[in-house]
């Protein structure tokens, strides 16, 4: 059988897809604007009649309808990084989550630890080879491919074709569904004097030559738009956005000196504009791969002078980084931020920053504080901490002593708040 006879025999209705998801499933979706609306908004129709159905996924963009409390029991969403769009339900417990490095997912979903027994995407359209990309997102949804009994994908001509392990053959799949609409777009942060702040001190720390891993954030983006001066970059990240489009444009990344994957660039998932969507599309100088493979500190750190820039919302005197939750509750995901420092600090050369204002809640908190706040998940440990960076300047903290970090991180605090940092130090004896 030619592949188109065999693509027109599994192409169905949404509602037709679904209807292969049986109670009990593990439904996996991929990161970000890899989700397939149409198979998700046909799943949601389906809420009140399915049982014990659970939905994985980091980052979703829309709320769709099954997230509800009120079907939980039906399908219930289970977290792997909260969004706008699940965190509600994050903080009043009727949502739930995974605790996971992002590299690792892939290693839970084929070890059976994350189970995946349906995936629902988002595709390119099928190449002459019978090959779809999921160009999108390969990121943990490749691993589920493997293991699922079910692959439905959303076919879309806006999807783009991209190079890398992230194709998916005409024989793998269940059902097909076709649709047009145009892909989800994510416009730059905003960006004020604080961020420009912090993207100006991150900026005058990083080389030509550089390899760059960029996380999604106001702050981030900022110090891209302070790059575009700098020579011969590299790009080795998860996400890919606008923020390094634009430095691809400028001519300040090339990939010439990577020293792993030289000429080219690596991410795995994208997220941003549909001039972004477009650039992925058949780039030779481009591939997207499965995070195992993106965000593995061993792989990733095989790129010299890799820079790691990621954000975290608190930080205490000691350097552990509050990056995923707010007290107790959660606020976003583990995600790839300690792969990435862990990859800078192996890296020859490497430098991982953590990014942050030095206040909260209108200048009324500070988000550098004696201890973390009661409950708080600990992403980035002391262990791995190397750069911090706010509005106020730098502090170095690898291989600083207890005492020599407290002094360092007052040092960047808020000016208003040194003070009583200072006193709650020499009551922890750190100063």
Same mark, same amino acid.
């Given at each position: 059988?030619?592949m188109?006879?065999?693509?027109?025999?599994?192409?169905?209705?949404?509602?037709?897809?679904?209807?292969?998801?049986?109670?009990?499933?593990?439904?996996?979706?991929?990161?970000g604007v890899?989700?397939?609306p149409?198979?998700?908004?046909?799943?949601?129709?389906?809420? !009140?009649?399915?049982?014990?159905?659970?939905v994985?996924? @980091?980052?979703?963009?829309?709320?769709?309808?099954?997230?509800?409390?009120?079907?939980?029991?039906?399908?219930?969403h289970?977290?792997?990084?909260?969004? *706008?769009?699940?965190?509600?339900?994050g !903080?009043?417990?009727?949502v739930?989550?995974i605790?996971?490095?992002?590299?690792?997912?892939?290693?839970?979903i084929?070890?059976?630890?994350?189970?995946?027994?349906?995936?629902?995407?988002?595709?390119?359209?099928m190449?002459?080879h019978?090959y779809?990309a999921?160009?999108?997102?390969?990121?943990?949804t490749?691993?589920?491919?493997?293991?699922?009994?079910?692959i439905?994908?959303e076919?879309n001509?806006?999807?783009?074709?991209?190079?890398?392990?992230?194709?998916?053959?005409?024989?793998?799949v269940?059902?097909?569904?076709?649709s047009?609409?145009?892909?989800?777009?994510?416009g730059?942060?905003a960006? *004020?004097p604080?961020?420009?702040a912090?993207?100006?001190?991150?900026?005058?720390?990083?080389?030509?030559?550089?390899?760059?891993q960029i996380?999604?954030?106001?702050i981030?983006?900022?110090?891209?738009m302070q790059?575009? !001066?700098k020579?011969?970059?590299? @790009?080795?990240?998860?996400?890919?956005?606008?923020?390094?489009?634009?430095?691809?444009?400028?001519?300040?990344?090339?990939?010439?000196r990577k020293?792993?994957?030289? *000429?080219?660039?690596?991410?795995?998932?994208?997220?941003?504009?549909r001039?972004?969507?477009r650039?992925? !599309?058949?780039?030779?100088?481009l591939?997207m791969?499965?995070?195992?493979?993106?965000?593995?500190?061993y @792989?990733?750190?095989?790129?010299?002078k890799?820079?790691a820039?990621n954000?975290?919302?608190?930080?205490?005197?000691l350097?552990?980084?509050?990056?995923?939750?707010?007290?107790?509750?959660?606020?976003? $995901?583990?995600? $790839?931020?300690?792969d990435?420092?862990?990859?800078?600090?192996?890296?020859?050369? *490497?430098?991982a920053?953590?990014?942050l204002?030095?206040?909260?809640?209108?200048?009324?908190?500070?988000?550098?504080a004696p201890?973390?706040?009661?409950?708080?998940?600990?992403?980035?440990s002391?262990?791995?901490i190397?750069?911090?960076?706010t509005?106020?300047?730098v502090a170095?903290?690898?291989?600083?002593?207890a005492?020599?970090?407290?002094?360092?991180?007052?040092g960047i605090?808020?000016?208003?708040?040194?003070?009583?940092?200072?006193?709650?130090a020499?009551?922890?004896?750190?100063?």
């Open positions: 059988m030619n188109q006879s065999l693509y027109d025999q599994k192409r169905m209705s949404a509602a037709d897809a679904v209807s292969l998801v049986h109670n009990g499933d593990a439904v996996i979706v991929p990161t890899g989700e397939p149409a198979l998700l908004t046909a799943l949601s129709e389906r809420r !009140h009649e399915l049982r014990n159905v659970a994985s996924q @980091i980052l979703p963009l829309r709320k769709f309808a099954y997230i509800d409390p009120e079907v939980r029991a039906n399908i219930r289970d977290a792997y990084f909260f969004s *706008g769009a699940t965190r509600p339900g !903080h009043a417990g009727w739930d989550f605790p996971a490095y992002f590299s690792e997912l892939p290693m839970l084929d070890r059976g630890l994350s189970p995946a027994d349906v995936v629902l995407s988002m595709a390119s359209p190449d002459e019978g779809f999921l160009s999108l997102a390969p990121d943990y490749m691993a589920a491919v493997r293991k699922a009994r079910v439905l994908l076919v001509p806006n999807v783009p074709f991209a190079n890398g392990d992230c194709h998916v053959h005409i024989s793998q269940s059902g097909l569904v076709e047009n609409e145009e892909l989800f777009e994510v730059l942060p960006i *004020g604080v961020q420009e912090i993207g100006k001190h991150v900026a005058d720390l990083i080389e030509d030559g550089s390899t760059l996380g999604y954030g106001g981030p983006d900022a110090v891209v790059l575009q !001066h020579r011969d970059l590299g @790009i080795h990240t998860e996400m890919v956005g606008d923020g390094i489009l634009s430095l691809i444009e400028s001519g300040a990344v090339t990939n010439r020293t792993f994957m030289p *000429g080219k660039m690596v991410a795995t998932f994208a997220l941003g504009s001039k972004l969507y650039f992925l !599309h058949r780039n030779p100088m591939e791969h499965p995070v195992d493979f993106t965000n593995d500190p @792989i990733a750190a095989r790129n010299d890799l820079c820039i954000a975290t919302l608190q930080i205490d005197l350097g552990q980084c509050g990056s995923e939750s707010l007290g107790h509750l959660p606020y976003s $995901g583990t995600g $790839g931020q300690v990435f420092v862990r990859a800078a600090n192996r890296s020859k050369d *490497g430098k920053f953590i990014v204002p030095s206040t909260a809640k209108n200048d009324s908190v500070s988000r550098i201890v973390l706040s009661p409950g708080t998940h600990v992403s980035t002391k262990n791995d190397n750069y911090v960076v509005e106020f300047g170095q903290l690898r291989g600083k002593s005492k020599q970090r407290a002094e360092a991180l007052i605090a808020h000016p208003d708040f040194r003070s009583e940092l200072r006193e709650a020499r009551k922890m004896n750190l100063l």
